[in-house]
Every structure is written in structure tokens, then in C-alpha cells.
């Protein structure tokens, strides 16, 4: 039987887990997925002690971290400067990893759906390993973005600089922080959300729940809203096309 699995932490709810054991159970695919919740990338190794694992899925917060680990990127991975697809072959009981970036085909397939001819700026919220894969496709797209963040220095914002202008001159926006994210589902990105309309789109990488609080917020403002289930699923379809290459 081959393994497959999802290094991350916490993996307190795991999309890839389930998708991928429901995957198996209806194609007759003789595989398992393993959840590798690890506190520090530094157990990374360790999983492969104890059992050959042909192929991995990369979450927050390892998308970056990863990298030392890899021995040899894909040309996207390489541009975006992050990770969530590993497929690992073996060369005398020693395990060669080759990283790839499904993050962006996901994205852009699931954005091009929404997306209106006035979308032509972006905020991304966050500017992590998944705020990269973002950038990425925008940038592809010719769409003009800026990143905000906590921390000074990190992006073109902090969250407390936004004002009403910011919003109103930007239709399309982008969560790829985990502000929302089950089990926190009350938290939300703070933005001064009066200033959204119907002109907006709001794209949330979260999948679970459903409808976050930002989705709401925006919703409410008469915004186009929409979750990162649909780009969960491309993405982990071309990871399995990766591992079975």
C-alpha cells in the first residue's frame, strides 16, 4: 500500500485527509493519507524513518520552511519561493524530494471564475508561503497588488494604515491568513469593511467554515464572496497528477 500525507501544524482539521481517503475509497486506489502534525520543521525527517512515503502535501505553516529539505524545485516553486506539493522518490533507501507548487494552478483556476474586468487591483491579506502563490498568479494576470500585514516591514501595510480609500480603489480581496479558520472562527482581518461594495470581490483561501466572518463582513457590503474549497480540490488533483508523473 502507498503513503501519502500532509506535514503542517496544527492540522486540527485536514481538507487533504479526507479528500484524499474519499479519493481512494471510490477509485480503488490501494493507498493511505497520514496526517504528519509536527511542532517544528526540524521533524520533518522523521517521517521518513519508518516508512516510504511517495508523495506530500505542504500547510501553513511549512509552505517556506520546507525548502532546506528539498532537493531539487519545479520551475513555479522556484519563482514563488514556496512549497505544498513534494514528491519523493527513492534512490538506495534514501529519499530524493522534488518540490512543486500546486497553490497557483489551484488559485488561478478558481479566481478566473469571479473575475470581473474592473478587478485590475488586488490587496493580498497576509504574505505568507500562500500569500506567494497569490502573487504570483496576479502578477501573471496583470493585476496590481499590495500585501498587508501584522508586521511592519513585511508588507506595503499593516492592518491599522487601511483606511476607506484603500478599500474603495481596490476591488479584489485576497485572505490567505488563517483569521477565521476553524476552530478560531470568529476571528477576521481587520479592515474598515463600510468602505466595501458590490464592486468587490472577496476571495477566501479557508475553507472551513463555509462562509467565514471576513466572507460575511463582505457579503454584507453586497460583495461577491467566495472560499478556497474549489481551489483546494484543483490543487489536490495536480498534486496527485505530480506523484503519479
Same mark, same amino acid.
Given at each position: ?75 513555479? *516553486?522556484?519563482?514563488? %519561493?514556496?512549497?505544498?506539493?513534494? $514528491? ?5 533507501? @534514501?529519499?530524493?524530494? #522534488?518540490? /512543486? ?20 487591483? *488586488?490587496?493580498?491579506? %497576509?504574505?505568507?508561503?500562500?500569500? $506567494? ?5 496576479? @502578477?501573471?494576470?496583470? #493585476?496590481? /497588488? ?100
Amino acid at each position: 500500500m502507498d503513503n501519502y500525507g500532509l506535514v503542517g501544524y496544527p492540522l486540527t482539521q485536514s481538507f487533504s485527509k479526507k479528500y484524499f481517503t474519499q479519493k481512494f475509497a471510490s477509485e480503488n486506489i490501494q493507498a493511505q493519507y497520514l496526517n504528519f502534525s509536527i511542532e517544528s520543521i526540524g521533524e520533518f525527517p522523521e517521517i521518513f524513518e519508518d516508512q516510504i512515503i511517495k508523495g506530500l502535501n505542504v500547510t501553513i505553516p511549512y509552505k517556506e520552511k520546507v525548502l532546506p529539505f528539498i532537493h531539487q524545485l519545479d520551475e513555479t *516553486a522556484q519563482k514563488v %519561493g514556496a512549497v505544498n506539493v513534494v $514528491k519523493i522518490t527513492y534512490q538506495k533507501d @534514501k529519499p530524493r524530494l #522534488i518540490g /512543486y507548487n500546486s497553490d497557483v494552478y489551484g488559485f488561478e483556476l478558481s479566481l478566473k471564475k469571479y473575475l470581473k474586468s474592473h478587478h485590475t487591483r *488586488a490587496l493580498v491579506l %497576509g504574505t505568507g508561503g500562500a500569500a $506567494k502563490a497569490v502573487i504570483y498568479v496576479l @502578477k501573471k494576470l496583470g #493585476i496590481d /497588488y499590495k500585501c498587508v500585514s501584522r508586521n511592519t516591514g513585511k508588507g506595503d501595510f499593516v492592518y491599522h494604515e487601511l483606511t476607506r480609500r484603500h478599500i474603495t480603489d481596490t476591488p479584489l480581496l485576497i485572505n490567505t491568513t488563517p483569521l477565521g479558520m476553524f476552530p478560531l472562527i470568529h476571528a477576521f482581518p481587520e479592515l474598515p469593511y463600510d468602505a466595501i461594495s458590490s464592486v468587490h470581490l472577496a476571495f477566501d483561501l479557508i475553507y472551513n467554515p463555509e462562509e467565514t466572518q471576513f466572507m460575511k463582513k463582505c457579503a454584507q457590503q453586497g460583495a461577491v464572496a467566495v472560499n478556497g474549497y474549489e481551489m483546494l480540490v484543483y490543487q489536490a488533483e495536480k498534486a496527485w497528477e505530480i506523484w503519479n508523473s
